[in-house]
């Protein structure tokens, strides 16, 4: 009798531990397991158990030292492009002037990426690869090359990802690369939603002499499921806010440069 009580309490307290932690994910998005264990007065066990059950539930997503919300359905290309616009022409605008004369430079499918690369084929002496399929409907001025990765199409975010895609990039090199992401993670670097993305992303960061990322706020502290990159990869960061002292120095002690662009 005394074992089934003793059951039961600890199913009730687990339950209401879970509670707890879906209930703080839903203000903040994502917590680190060490947090939890101090906000549940829990041991680390414990705490790991709580996180694998609604794991297996799909309540939750868990990351390197964390937990965050499992990812919404990733919102279409179209709906994107109009979010924070002004934002992100003002952030393509100070990132292009990183580009120089004679260079080769890769440019991201992403909406303000998109804004980098329109720029940049306006540019003549400039060779321009990409896996955006809205870029490549851009004319380049003349002088200026514009080269599309091979690959599959990726409808929601009208890229070329795949095999294709990494064949391309382990057969070119780049002066400069400017990457877009689906959310920041202040300590590991940008992320995205989907693999195959990650996999040409990250190819390319590693790839590229010079990687630029470019954020607005919205993605700022709001990681998605997939890092593509660390930030010692990062040589700059374009975003429209500016960053508590604590977020700076996590970022900027890997070497990357931040540069806060207002509109």
Known sequence: MIKYERSIISIMFAHERQKIILDILRKRSRISVPELQRTLQA??????RDLTFLEELGKIVRTHGGVMQPQAAEVPFDRRSRAAH?????????????????????VDAGTTTLEVGRRLL???SLTVVTNSIPLLQTQPAEGARLIALGGEVRSVSRALVGAGALEWVRTLNFNLAFLGTSG???ETGPTTTELSEAGVKGAIARK????????????WDRPAMIGYCGWNEV?????SHTPTDADHKAITRHGTRIHVIRH
């Open 184 to 186: 920041i993670d202040v």
């Open 86 to 106: 002004a934002t992100k022409k003002a952030l393509a605008q100070a990132a292009v002037a990183l580009a120089k004369s004679g260079d080769v430079v890769f």
């Open 43 to 48: 041991s680390p066990a414990t705490v790991r």
């Open 122 to 124: 306006a540019i003549k």
């Open 208 to 219: 590229a002499d010079l990687v630029a990322v470019l954020a607005d706020k919205s993605k």
């Open 235 to 239: 040589d700059h960061l374009f975003i």
